[in-house]
């Protein structure tokens, strides 16, 4: 089987005139390049290495494979990163820039732009308070003053001892409930300030 | 697969339920699973199997009135029991065959006999996670007969002669996008469903996806097939873990069933679907910043032109539709354009989805026909503010709508109606406030909301959301002027002039509304130092409020 080494897919993009990358992948996919050179294109991409042997790397490298290491797979593999290790650090994004050959700049700049990424490790709890319209409408302002007071945090932060992480989050579509708050991921509506507490306390006591 | 086949699976669907005397559907969306229906499911379940009756218990999406979850119907009598806690399995599988658990019934014939359900026909009937469930009542029906029947132009003269508006907002005549997209030049072309669901207090969008996925896999369908696309996109928020594992789930049994992937009903036709997710930024519902972030850069607008119908996903022409714009699809061409234009009012046809909320008696899920009264969706649908308090607004649009005062409750619910009003119809949030909201906090807090979530490309929205951000603050603390008011008032114009794209040029819009409506408030506010509805903190120095977050500091030095 005929290998074309040493070619970057980006290159065998612009001999065969074609503009972006996923116009190739459409392209091989539509059965108009021939099987050995689309094998050829795959072989040619040596990602860097793993990190480290830690099992979530594999996680992460899968999610990269899945798209045949594309650069519009930045957000993907981003969100493989957070929700295998909860959080991006600098490593993190540095292996995933290098893996899909993204300037460091750009994916340092995804991963700030987006709300939903975090560069912080989390507490072992999370307490998210949602601050949707409907939910402030109900009142939720209360909730995250409870929280804040009980904590001594604000939110977006986690208590010194790495227990309580204290976020908000802009609507979980759960708006006939409010006011709601999440509590490690699970939904509950219609909370008031003292079962707020309550499960902190619950927490607390663990 | 042919109509002949999908007549085969419908059949025998209903064969498989015919051999069950009775069907008790649970409500699993996300309301009523944060109370714990899927315990309920369980203990039904278990009921069920003890008593040696012949019952099937669905699962199935949202079914309206959430405030009274979780929900439960028993069919085929098609009684509602609301407030079912796992307890009560028990009692409402004795009851099957006799009468009624009289405690536990819902008497919401009046919420339910003012909606026209089009796009939420299946939600509550169907099981999300069975494709078979949605071919039984008519999936993938129209589907097939455009691929056997029609051709690419016929159907969007269907759209067309419908007179569907995109549901996103925007309200952009569908028939009209297309034809563009149809008729851009290039062999690569791509359909987008938008289903970043950023407005906050809405979520029609969850619920359909969530509810009934394969409506908007084959209005997506059918769309591609118009406009000679082969490869769609989903782009859901991240925040919706469920509606991404449904889609996902669906998607699959729609390959399996070979109605998505290539020759399709064994047609030229080739069309594939990719789950794309957001990350949790409000102006990726922009279609330019959608665009860009799929493309896996930061979610950042670009001028237009040119539009996405000729320049778009990786420079080809894209169409990009809301999921309830898609959800509309399939029954339009199962039904015909002339059907969906008789609903609705002059110019705004068919029916819209509503998230109902705020302080209102039956929080939920609505469809009602365009151009019904606002007064019979809060106060007949809705079952008015709870007792004691007396409405004050009714939010719509979301942070690109603005508030309705009390008075003006008898407009029709349109498109053009509610822009003259001051708001736009928006996705679909509406959000109900009483006397306890100050109209003043909730301009600040829609501006709040914008400022932290401008992309900062442009400097009208990036620096004037912080501005207003910064003078509301002062009036909402006793600190403000009129020169203050003035001066918003100012730099409302400014930007809704000047900014790049809709998340800027609607931002000031909740400010302007309750500027028109409840100008004395404001000016309560900063005569007086008084908040009428004892909301904002007046004293001086006050410290900041919990809805300014630490990052808003940093964004307005």
């Given at each position: 089987?005929?290998?074309?080494?040493?070619?970057?897919?980006?290159?065998?993009?612009?001999?065969?005139?074609?503009?972006?990358?996923?116009?190739?992948?459409?392209?091989?996919?539509?059965?108009?390049?021939?099987?050995?050179?689309?094998?050829?294109?795959?072989?040619?991409?040596?990602?860097p290495?793993?990190?480290?042997?830690?099992?979530?790397?594999?996680?992460v490298?899968?999610?990269?494979?899945?798209?045949?290491?594309?650069?519009?797979?930045?957000?993907?593999?981003?969100?493989?990163?957070?929700?295998?290790?909860g959080?991006?650090?600098?490593?993190?994004?540095?292996?995933?820039?290098?893996?899909?050959?993204?300037?460091?700049?750009?994916a340092?700049?995804?991963?700030?732009?987006?709300?939903?990424?975090?560069?912080?490790?989390?507490?072992?709890?999370?307490?998210?308070?949602?601050a949707?319209?409907?939910?402030?409408?109900?009142?939720?302002?209360?909730l995250?003053?409870?929280?804040?007071?009980?904590?001594?945090?604000?939110?977006?932060?986690?208590?010194?001892?790495g227990?309580?992480?204290?976020?908000?989050a802009?609507?979980?579509?759960?708006?006939?409930?409010?006011?709601?708050?999440?509590a490690?991921?699970?939904?509950?509506?219609?909370?008031?300030?003292?079962?707020?507490i309550e499960?902190?306390?619950?927490?607390?006591?663990? | 697969?042919?109509?002949?086949?999908l007549?085969?699976?419908?059949?025998?669907?209903?064969?498989?339920?015919?051999?069950?005397?009775?069907?008790?559907?649970v409500?699993?969306?996300?309301?009523?699973?944060?109370?714990?229906?899927?315990?309920?499911?369980?203990?039904?379940l278990?009921?069920?199997?003890?008593s040696?009756?012949?019952?099937l218990v669905?699962?199935?999406?949202c079914?309206?009135?959430?405030?009274?979850?979780?929900?439960v119907?028993?069919?085929?009598?098609?009684?509602?029991?609301g407030?079912?806690s796992?307890?009560?399995?028990?009692?409402?599988?004795?009851?099957l065959?006799?009468?009624?658990?009289?405690?536990?019934?819902?008497?919401?014939?009046?919420h339910?006999d003012?909606?026209?359900?089009?796009?939420?026909?299946?939600?509550g009937?169907i099981?999300?996670?069975?494709?078979?469930d949605?071919?039984?009542?008519?999936?993938?029906?129209?589907?097939?007969?455009?691929?056997?029947?029609?051709?690419?132009?016929?159907?969007?003269?269907?759209?067309?002669?419908?007179?569907?508006?995109?549901?996103?907002?925007?309200?952009?005549?569908?028939?009209?996008?297309?034809?563009?997209?149809?008729?851009?030049?290039?062999?690569?072309?791509y359909?987008?469903?938008?289903?970043?669901e950023?407005?906050?207090?809405?979520?029609?969008?969850?619920?359909?996806?969530?509810?009934?996925?394969?409506?908007?896999?084959?209005?997506m369908?059918l769309?591609?097939y118009?406009?000679?696309?082969?490869?769609?996109?989903?782009?859901?928020?991240?925040?919706?873990?469920?509606?991404?594992?449904?889609?996902?789930?669906?998607?699959?049994?729609?390959?399996?069933r070979?109605?998505?992937?290539i020759?399709?009903?064994?047609t030229?036709?080739?069309?594939?679907i990719?789950?794309?997710?957001?990350a949790g930024?409000?102006?990726?519902?922009?279609?330019?910043?959608?665009?860009?972030?799929?493309?896996?850069?930061?979610g950042?607008?670009?001028?237009?032109p040119?539009?996405?119908?000729?320049?778009?996903?990786?420079?080809?022409p894209?169409?990009?539709?809301?999921?309830?714009?898609?959800?509309?699809?399939?029954?339009?061409?199962?039904?015909?354009?002339k059907?969906?234009?008789?609903?609705?009012?002059?110019?705004?046809?068919g029916?819209?989805?509503?998230?109902?909320?705020?302080?209102?008696?039956?929080?939920?899920?609505?469809?009602?026909?365009?151009?019904?009264?606002l007064?019979?969706?809060?106060?007949?649908?809705?079952?008015?503010?709870?007792?004691?308090?007396?409405?004050?607004?009714?939010q719509t649009g979301?942070?690109?709508?603005?508030?309705?005062?009390?008075?003006?409750?008898?407009?029709?619910?349109?498109?053009?109606?509610?822009?003259?009003?001051?708001?736009?119809?928006?996705?679909?949030?509406?959000?109900?406030?009483?006397d306890?909201?100050?109209m003043?906090?909730?301009?600040?807090?829609?501006?709040?909301?914008?400022?932290?979530?401008?992309?900062?490309?442009?400097?009208?929205?990036?620096?004037?959301?912080?501005?207003?951000?910064?003078?509301?603050?002062?009036?909402?603390?006793?600190?403000?002027?009129?020169?203050?008011?003035?001066?918003?008032?100012?730099?409302?114009?400014?930007?809704?002039?000047?900014?790049?794209?809709?998340?800027?040029?609607?931002?000031?819009?909740?400010?302007?509304?309750?500027?028109?409506y409840?100008?004395?408030?404001?000016?309560?506010?900063?005569?007086?130092?008084?908040?009428?509805?004892g909301?904002?903190?007046?004293?001086?120095?006050?410290?900041?409020?919990?809805?300014?977050?630490?990052?808003?500091?940093?964004?307005?030095?």
């Open positions: 089987m005929a290998r074309v080494t040493g070619v970057t897919v980006a290159a065998i993009a612009r001999t065969l005139r074609l503009e972006s990358q996923l116009e190739l992948a459409l392209w091989s996919h539509s059965g108009r390049v021939p099987f050995q050179i689309w094998e050829g294109i795959v072989s040619a991409f040596i990602p290495p793993l990190p480290s042997d830690d099992k979530r790397w594999k996680i490298n899968g999610a990269m494979r899945k798209n045949g290491f594309a650069r519009h797979a930045l957000i993907e593999t981003l969100h493989a990163v957070q929700s295998s290790f959080y991006l650090d600098d490593n993190a994004i540095r292996f995933v820039a290098l893996s899909l050959r993204v300037p460091l700049s750009q340092y700049g995804v991963a700030t732009f987006y709300h939903y990424f975090s560069l912080k490790p989390p507490g072992k709890h999370t307490l998210t308070v949602c949707g319209t409907a939910c402030y409408i109900k009142g939720a302002d209360k995250i003053a409870a929280a804040e007071e009980r904590l001594g945090i604000v939110p977006g932060h986690t208590t010194a001892d227990q309580v992480s204290l976020m908000t802009r609507c979980v579509g759960a708006c006939s409930r409010a006011p709601v708050m999440l490690d991921g699970e939904v509950t509506g219609e909370r008031t300030s003292e079962q707020l499960q902190l306390e619950r927490w607390a006591v663990e | 697969m042919t109509i002949e086949e007549e085969q699976i419908a059949e025998s669907v209903r064969r498989e339920n015919a051999n069950f005397d009775y069907e008790v559907s409500c699993m969306d996300l309301a009523c699973a944060s109370q714990g229906s899927d315990k309920l499911r369980d203990a039904l278990r009921s069920a199997e003890a040696g009756k012949k019952v669905r699962r199935t999406g079914m309206g009135p959430c405030s009274h979850g979780p929900l119907r028993v069919d085929p009598d098609k009684t509602l029991y407030h079912v796992p307890g009560r399995a028990q009692g409402i599988v004795d009851s065959g006799g009468e009624p658990v009289a405690e536990l019934q819902c008497e919401l014939n009046e339910f003012s909606q026209m359900r089009v796009v939420l026909e299946n939600a009937y099981d999300p996670e069975k494709i078979d949605y071919i039984a009542r008519e999936g993938y029906k129209a589907l097939v007969t455009v691929l056997m029947e029609m051709t690419p132009g016929g159907v969007i003269h269907r759209i067309t002669e419908s007179g569907l508006r995109g549901r996103g907002g925007g309200g952009y005549p569908t028939g009209l996008k297309w034809g563009t997209v149809a008729k851009a030049a290039g062999d690569v072309k359909v987008v469903c938008n289903g970043d950023g407005d906050p207090g809405a979520f029609m969008d969850r619920s359909v996806m969530e509810g009934d996925p394969h409506r908007v896999i084959e209005g369908a769309a591609a118009a406009v000679g696309a082969s490869k769609g996109y989903i782009y859901v928020r991240a925040e919706y873990p469920i509606a991404v594992s449904r889609l996902t789930m669906a998607l699959r049994e729609a390959r399996r070979g109605l998505l992937g020759n399709i009903c064994n030229p036709f080739s069309f594939d990719e789950i794309r997710l957001g930024a409000f102006v990726c519902g922009e279609e330019t910043a959608l665009i860009a972030s799929i493309e896996g850069k930061r950042t607008p670009r001028p237009r040119p539009y996405p119908a000729v320049s778009g996903l990786w420079g080809k894209t169409l990009i539709n809301n999921v309830e714009t898609y959800a509309n699809i399939p029954p339009i061409i199962r039904n015909g354009g059907w969906f234009s008789s609903m609705g009012s002059e110019r705004s046809k029916t819209k989805v509503f998230a109902l909320t705020g302080k209102i008696a039956n929080t939920g899920l609505v469809e009602v026909p365009m151009g019904i009264k007064r019979q969706i809060i106060e007949v649908i809705g079952g008015g503010v709870p007792p004691g308090h007396t409405l004050k607004a009714v979301g942070p690109s709508g603005g508030c309705i005062p009390a008075e003006m409750l008898d407009i029709g619910v349109s498109y053009d109606a509610l822009m003259a009003a001051g708001s736009i119809m928006g996705s679909g949030g509406m959000i109900v406030m009483d306890t909201s100050c003043v906090n909730v301009a600040r807090f829609f501006i709040e909301f914008c400022m932290t979530e401008s992309c900062g490309k442009c400097i009208p929205c990036r620096a004037g959301t912080a501005q207003m951000y910064t003078l509301l603050t002062r009036i909402c603390t006793g600190k403000g002027t009129m020169d203050d008011l003035a001066l918003i008032e100012d730099l409302c114009v400014t930007v809704k002039e000047t900014s790049l794209c809709g998340l800027g040029q609607t931002a000031p819009n909740p400010v302007l509304s309750t500027l028109k409840f100008r004395s408030e404001y000016l309560e506010h900063i005569a007086n130092k008084r908040c009428p509805a909301v904002c903190h007046m004293h001086a120095g006050a410290e900041a409020d919990v809805f300014a977050p630490a990052v808003s500091q940093e964004v307005v030095a």
